[in-house]
């Protein structure tokens, strides 16, 4: 029984090499494991060449376990069911007792193997699996070369009926934006990463799906000069609303010249010279870019031209806003960088929202915590929505209901729904 004993040891000891070494290697993540072979860890080398092969590994590992779990049972059966039966027979009879003396041998070892062989060295491996798979990386590498004609066998069919499946023979390692968000949603989770950077990351992607209509000053808001102005009109109106750059037209705001900045008024105006748009001195050249654009390509044309301001255009070359880079990052910080009177949410109570019609529905589905406009893929704005479901130019008192929300045209602007009252229905 001593011997047989230390042999079942023996052969825990090698179900719970190969039942951790299985987890780590599974689990061990191949961004983390590059950094560590960037940082001149030469065990993750090994494990990363484990990972590009898992075919190999994986078949190595059954071949160990299905041997091991077989010798423990026949051991186990010799080794203790005489001493159990031998037990048992003091109490019932000799047909009874060797009945039980089998079965509590079997439980005996399976509970072994459970524990010992496979739930725990599991635990451990899910708990930290690049610290585990650098260490069994050696090990297995050497247990893949001594039974590398089984391998070849084994996972020679194991290929052919995954590829007869039309399944991938090794995993994909590709990052998605997906893949990150739920990673930043986890560790704001665990408390490893502020709710504020998870909401950038967040906004990082954002920038990748939103056009510039999303976030834009619309047409009708931009304040413009017209180029024949006289000196007291342009003095007025930068004095009533004051910008930093302004659009210089001719003759309507389709028609734009180009643009002047404040910088350059100001600095005549302090200089004592006169102020005029007739000629070619303040005017500079605008950007002027199409509404179809993301947040992300718009940025790429700032860089490009050394610009942090454009007008958007639609198809027909008619101007339908502006945007400035202002625009682009408070999208990307969020609501952190918006004075209140420029909030497109503004909370009234506990269950209704005073909401612009401006508003992306990315922003309000997580200010509300409410799941995906349907179709969203046609509109990007609330005002959008109800005009989608709808099927026409909303009217005040107008409404439609989603998620337990009801969404309530309130002002109406030019044909332009201004405002929207947002209300939690009772459940």
Not at 93 to 115: N, R
Not at 185 to 214: K, Y
Not at 331 to 348: F, K, V, Y
Request: charge should be negative.
């Amino acid at each position: 029984m001593l011997e047989n004993t230390l042999i079942i040891l023996l052969l825990i000891l090698a179900s719970a090499f190969c039942s951790i070494s299985e987890i780590s290697l599974a689990a061990a993540r191949k961004l983390k494991l590059e950094q560590l072979r960037d940082e001149g860890e030469a065990r993750a080398v090994a494990v990363l060449a484990l990972q590009n092969q898992p075919g190999h590994f994986f078949t190595a590992i059954q071949i160990g376990l299905n041997a091991v779990a077989i010798l423990a049972g026949v051991l186990g059966e010799e080794a203790y069911a005489p001493a159990f039966s031998s037990l048992f027979g003091q109490l019932v009879a000799p047909e009874t007792a060797d009945l039980l003396g089998s079965l509590s041998s079997f439980l005996l070892v399976t509970a072994a193997f459970i524990l010992i062989a496979d739930l725990i060295p599991k635990r451990i491996a899910i708990a930290a699996p690049e610290r585990i798979a650098l260490r069994i990386a050696g090990p297995m590498l050497f247990s893949l070369k001594v039974l590398t004609p089984l391998i070849w066998a084994f996972n020679g069919i194991a290929t052919r009926v995954i590829a007869l499946l039309g399944l991938p023979a090794t995993r994909p390692e590709d990052v998605t934006p997906e893949d990150i968000v739920a990673m930043a949603n986890a560790g704001a989770e665990a408390g490893v990463v502020a709710r504020q950077e998870r909401q950038m990351i967040e906004n990082v992607f954002e920038l990748e799906i939103r056009t510039a209509p999303s976030t834009m000053t619309a047409r009708e808001n931009i304040v413009w000069l017209e180029r024949q102005d006289s000196e007291e009109t342009i003095r007025a109106r930068i004095s009533a609303e004051p910008h930093a750059k302004f659009p210089v037209c001719r003759g309507g705001i389709d028609h734009v010249i180009g643009y002047v900045d404040s910088k350059d008024i100001l600095s005549r105006l302090l200089n004592g010279e006169a102020l005029s748009l007739r000629g070619d001195g303040l005017l500079r050249n605008v950007l002027v870019l199409p509404e179809t654009l993301t947040l992300a390509e718009i940025i790429e044309q700032f860089k490009a031209m050394r610009e942090d301001f454009a007008l958007i255009t639609n198809e027909y070359g008619l101007i339908v806003g502006l945007i400035t880079l202002n625009d682009v990052t408070s999208t990307l910080m969020g609501n952190s960088m918006l004075a209140p009177a420029d909030e497109q949410i503004i909370q009234r109570d506990a269950n209704s929202w005073l909401v612009d019609g401006l508003t992306p529905v990315g922003d309000l589905e997580l200010a509300l915590n409410i799941e995906p406009f349907p179709d969203d893929d046609q509109f990007e704005t609330i005002a959008g929505f109800l005009m989608y479901v709808l099927r026409k130019v909303p009217r005040p008192t107008d409404s439609v209901v989603h998620a337990g929300y009801k969404f309530e045209v309130i002002d109406i602007d030019n044909h332009k729904i201004d405002q929207l009252l947002v209300t939690r229905l009772d459940s």
